[in-house]
């Protein structure tokens, strides 16, 4: 894999596009440092005590930890997310939205003008949202309507320029820009989970006569790596797996010369979607507390905090909302991105078929029946890794806050990095190098 990226460092356009990626992350992470004027710097302090385990916790681990910070970029990407989404929903629900996907580049060109505006509306709400939450909470230095204005248009301003940069990133860099600007952020949490994890090697135990004896933190400290190296390498496993449907190509005779007759295959990822699926859920379900943003926080033993609890990454009804979701939006990112259909009809014109399966309908019905099994597969693998610490946390009742979003993080940035190591790969097949296989 060095080896490979090596050999692009000395492409030169390949070159330009890793330090394009690198130069809009740098400018990206700048902007997340630059402070808003009339926020108090006591919002931190907020989130450390209060929003442990939380969903805003997770915003913020999104953010880059600009949420709890409430820089220029407190809002980060999840606007442009959400408005690709929606986008996306609406594309197989309006007809006049189906018709310009078909149109080619041009149409492509149009719901993306649309999805830019759709971002702009999002964010401008959702800017209003976090200006009620950080007055409700005493979080501004003053609460006068030019400061709204300022504050407001400020957020709604910086969460567009972040689109703008994250498709600068699909223009002229590598990788995806969504996925990129997450993998920043979150990597720019490292230290915080590294001290963390530093304290489990340094806690000592205390005996029952008062007395503190080795740390026992180292041990918790050695099996929190193994386990987290394991995730890592059932995470690629799962990734780099694929179910290989055999394809035999007839023969047909030219002139003089015989073509076709050879055999290949459709190869059909086992993780097809990568980590939009969980993108998309955690999108949707930060919906609830966004909203909440907008009010004052409602009273204990209230239907309003009753509601909001459910929503809480220390709720059971999170974690089973989290897995079905990432299940269904699995389902829904294979069926606008694979057409069986149009696979079906290829492999007829090229006179490819599946032994044992008629071409056309037949061959389109095989595939889609195999694609269910292994999007399945992939989504419920998806859903167990990114559950299984939240529901950890439920059990302990929200102590263990910390770990409730670390599968998620961990699948989004093994994710990425495998996905851009592949682009990179594609990139160097192109201009015959050799690759990641050497």
């Not at 719901?111 to 709400?125: E, H, P, S």
């Not at 987290?228 to 010369?257: H, N």
């Not at 955690?282 to 009010?295: C, E, G, Q």
Request: glycine share 8%.
């Amino acid at each position: 894999m060095f080896q490979t990226l090596r050999n692009a460092w000395k492409i030169k356009d390949l070159r330009y596009k890793m330090l394009f990626s690198l130069f809009i992350i740098i400018l990206y992470r700048i902007g997340a440092s630059i402070p808003m004027p009339y926020v108090n710097a006591n919002v931190l302090n907020y989130f450390t005590t209060q929003a442990a385990g939380s969903i805003l916790q997770y915003i913020n681990i999104l953010s880059g930890n600009a949420f709890a910070q409430a820089t220029l970029f407190a809002l980060g990407i999840n606007p442009y997310i959400t408005s690709s989404i929606v986008m996306q929903l609406l594309t197989i629900a309006i007809p006049a939205l189906e018709r310009l996907s078909k149109e080619g580049e041009e149409g492509k060109k149009k719901i993306t003008q649309i999805t830019r505006y759709v971002t702009v509306g999002l964010a401008l709400i959702t800017s209003y949202g976090y200006y009620m939450f950080l007055r409700n909470n005493g979080f501004l230095n003053d609460n006068g309507i030019f400061a709204a204005v300022v504050i407001i248009a400020a957020y709604c301003a910086g969460s567009a320029l972040v689109m703008w940069l994250s498709e600068k990133i699909e223009e002229s860099g590598i990788g995806n820009g969504i996925s990129l600007i997450l993998f920043a952020n979150i990597v720019s949490r490292g230290g915080t989970l590294f001290s963390t994890l530093i304290t489990y090697f340094t806690k000592g135990f205390t005996n029952a006569d008062g007395k503190t004896s080795l740390p026992v933190g180292i041990v918790v400290g050695i099996l929190t790596i193994v386990i987290a190296l394991a995730i890592i390498t059932f995470i690629v496993f799962m990734s780099d797996s694929e179910r290989r449907i055999p394809i035999q190509y007839a023969k047909k005779v030219v002139g003089r010369k015989m073509y076709g007759g050879q055999s290949s295959n459709l190869p059909l990822k086992l993780n097809m979607t990568g980590v939009m699926p969980i993108i998309f859920a955690n999108s949707i379900l930060s919906i609830p507390a966004t909203i909440a943003l907008f009010f004052k926080t409602p009273k204990e033993g209230s239907f309003w905090a009753g509601f909001l609890s459910v929503f809480s990454s220390s709720s059971w009804v999170y974690a089973i909302i989290f897995f079905v979701l990432i299940i269904a939006f699995a389902y829904f990112y294979v069926a606008i991105s694979f057409n069986p259909i149009e696979v079906a009809n290829n492999l007829k014109n090229n006179g490819g078929f599946v032994p044992g399966i008629r071409p056309g309908k037949p061959t389109a019905e095989y595939i889609t029946k195999i694609l269910n099994r292994v999007t399945l597969i992939g989504a419920v693998f998806l859903g167990v890794i990114a559950a299984i610490p939240i529901i950890v946390n439920a059990i302990s009742g929200g102590a263990m806050g910390e770990i409730a979003f670390s599968g998620s993080s961990i699948i989004i940035v093994v994710g990425v990095v495998l996905e851009t190591a592949r682009e990179i790969e594609a990139q160097m097949t192109m201009r015959h190098y050799k690759g990641f296989l050497e």
